[in-house]
């Protein structure tokens, strides 16, 4: 089966940085898109970026300019660097991935189990 592992969450100070990574392992067939997810606690989850099948990109206004979702396909991986930290970015983020895999027929959606991404200021 599809496993989506996600890494590189921590504890940061105002204006730092962090990059997440997200790795999918299993025999994958086909990508339709990438994202990066996060949940505060007491809020919904909401997107924060996402590259999508055609390879443009989208971010959340709360992120422009500040975080940048990449990938490398060749390893089923998705990157998300995180730059100028604020408090209000504390949450756990998720990764996503929508897949064809050799398991199924049709899209699946997969997430990561979570990263916790804490700033103080």
């Known amino acids: 089966q599809v496993q989506l592992v996600t890494s590189g969450g921590g504890w940061v100070q105002a204006g730092g940085s962090l990059r997440l990574f997200c790795q999918a392992s299993?025999?994958?067939?086909?990508?339709?898109?990438v994202a990066w997810h996060r949940q505060a606690p007491g809020k919904e989850r909401e997107l924060v970026a996402e590259?999508?099948?055609?390879?443009?990109?989208n971010y959340a206004a709360s992120v422009a300019g500040r975080f940048t979702i990449s990938r490398d396909s060749a390893r089923n991986e998705v990157y998300l660097q995180m730059n100028s930290l604020k408090p209000e970015d504390t949450a756990v983020y998720y990764c996503?991935?929508?897949?064809?895999?050799?398991?199924?027929?049709?899209?699946?959606?997969?997430w990561g189990q979570g990263t916790q991404v804490t700033v103080s200021s």
């Open positions: 590259i999508r099948r055609d390879g443009s990109m």
């Open positions: 299993g025999v994958i067939i086909d990508v339709n898109a």
């Open positions: 996503n991935m929508i897949l064809r895999t050799g398991y199924t027929t049709g899209w699946n959606d997969f």
